[in-house]
């Protein structure tokens, strides 16, 4: 149980495109989710906190109008790259939990590269 | 901020061996969750162990284990009869149960069983 799909798992776009990463929880109804950027051998940074039905609340340092996320139903969570930049270019990985006591279950990742 | 500091960046050792990993954290809560979690090359998030604060007996399971001293705000795992497979990085996490923020990661040790 408390299986979280992130889709895709890789991405290629030109930069000034947008690309939406998709997070579902498949088993379980997730009334919160997060959205992590990790660069390579560092670790997990947390980007957003997204809350069903509600606007996300984004870290500090992290642009809301480029890292546009919306968490639409229960078990979906997107998070859209606006006019992308090599820069932005990292391994994103969502994580969902059903309350504020279980633990965060994540998803497989995508692997976004801006060329 | 509230931080995760993993002292140990590499380990390796020698596959049956047993190995502990540590962590420290620093937090102004009384009720909150640690977890260790574990990253393969896939790069999949893995929860290897979880520990509620509140509950003093060490968590385990199986091979896995935690030395959770509350006073001293550390939180090592200990791993017995190291396998290859555990060969990943291991990030230590907290989170404060009742809100709506994300995992706070440590930086991760990278840990190598040798054959």
């Known amino acids: 149980g408390a299986v979280v799909s992130q889709h895709p798992s890789w991405v290629i776009c030109k930069s000034g495109t947008s690309v939406k990463i998709e997070c579902r929880s498949l088993?379980?109804?997730?009334?919160?989710m997060f959205w992590y950027r990790q660069f390579p051998k560092q670790s997990l940074m947390l980007m957003a906190t997204?809350?069903?039905?509600?606007?996300?609340?984004?870290e500090q340092g992290v642009e809301k109008d480029k890292f546009l996320i919306n968490h639409a139903s229960l078990t979906l969570s997107t998070l859209t790259v606006t006019s992308a930049h090599p820069e932005d270019s990292s391994f994103y990985i969502c994580?969902?939990?059903?309350?504020?006591?279980?633990?965060?279950?994540f998803g497989n990742g995508t692997r976004l590269t801006v060329t | 901020a509230q931080t995760v500091t993993q002292s140990q960046p590499e380990m390796s050792v020698q596959e049956a061996e047993t190995v502990t990993l540590s962590c420290t954290y620093d937090t102004s809560e009384s009720n909150y969750y640690l977890f260790w979690y574990k990253q393969p090359p896939s790069r999949q998030m893995i929860l290897v162990i979880r520990q509620e604060a509140y509950k003093q007996q060490n968590a385990t399971e199986n091979r896995f284990s935690v030395n959770f001293q509350k006073a001293a705000k550390s939180f090592s795992l200990k791993i017995s009869d190291s396998q290859l497979g555990d060969t990943a990085m291991y990030f230590c996490?907290?989170?404060?149960?009742?809100?709506?923020?994300?995992?706070?990661f440590g930086k991760g040790t990278h840990l190598i069983i040798q054959p």
């Open positions: 997204s809350n069903e039905g509600s606007k996300a609340t984004y």
């Open positions: 994580s969902a939990r059903m309350d504020s006591s279980s633990p965060l279950h």
């Open positions: 088993d379980f109804q997730a009334t919160t």
């Open positions: 996490a907290r989170y404060s149960g009742g809100g709506a923020d994300g995992l706070t």
